[in-house]
């Protein structure tokens, strides 16, 4: 069964930490590229980040350097902490496998709002 499950987000200060948790199912996990992703209102889905099984990561310009991914590949979870939190950076957050197409499955991702 195919499972994808953010959870984290919420309210954040400009210049404030959030931590999103994804669990993943293993039909998805063994894909081994595993990716967040944001949509914020009136835009399109865009990629954030990425991790490889051997723990290669991948950032957005606009989030590298604030923004760290990992996983725990035993459990099946992938994380985004995210520092340094900008007005921006609000939209709804989603993990999935990297690349995953709009056609596919996609969990019900987890809203992150930073506003002062």
């Known amino acids: 069964q195919v499972q994808l499950v953010e959870s984290g987000g919420g309210l954040a200060l400009p210049g404030g930490s959030l931590r999103l948790s994804c669990a993943a199912s293993g039909s998805i996990f063994r894909f081994f590229v595993m990716g967040w992703y944001r949509q914020a209102p009136g835009k399109e889905r865009d990629f954030v980040a990425r991790?490889?099984?051997?723990?290669?990561?991948t950032y957005a310009g606009s989030v590298k350097g604030r923004f760290t991914i990992s996983a725990d590949n035993v459990k099946n979870m992938v994380f985004l902490q995210m520092n340094s939190l900008k007005p921006e950076d609000t939209a709804v957050y989603y993990c999935n496998k990297y690349p995953a197409s709009n056609w596919e499955f996609w969990g019900q991702g987890t809203q992150v709002t930073v506003s002062s």
């Open positions: 991790i490889t099984s051997d723990g290669t990561t």
